[in-house]
Nanobody, 124 residues
């Protein structure tokens, strides 16, 4: 069974840091672009960050640039999202996703595997 499992969410204060991890199982994701999306309560799921298969090609939504860093370890079949200087507006369920493409450029509907999500709550 192919799975993506997120971990690392929690409740933090504004200005704190969190590190989200996503572990793949059932198949290798080393040839897939990977990414993170988030869904605030009552809103649409939105793109946060992505990384190409080699780890060089990364992209971020403007609101997290300079605060979040995406990385991956193909040997461990994992990707991480380091989130620093968290803000109240970062509060959301964060989802790990794998793209059908190898690059770090893809849209939500081009992701064929999703995790169940992990909740990040930032208290103001």
């Amino acid at each position: 069974q192919v799975r993506l499992v997120e971990s690392g969410g929690g409740l933090v204060q504004a200005g704190d840091s969190l590190r989200l991890s996503c572990e793949g199982s059932g198949r290798s994701f080393s040839d897939n672009g990977m990414g993170w999306f988030r869904q605030p309560s009552g809103k649409e799921r939105e793109f946060v960050a992505s990384i190409g298969r080699t780890g060089v090609d990364t992209k971020y939504v403007d609101s997290v640039k300079g605060r979040f860093t995406i990385s991956r370890d193909n040997a461990r079949n994992t990707q991480t999202l380091q989130m620093n200087s968290l803000k109240y507006e970062d509060t959301a369920v964060y989802y790990c996703a794998a793209s059908v493409y190898p690059s770090g450029t893809f849209y939500r509907n081009e992701c064929h595997y999703w995790g169940w999500g992990t909740m990040v709550t930032v208290a103001s």
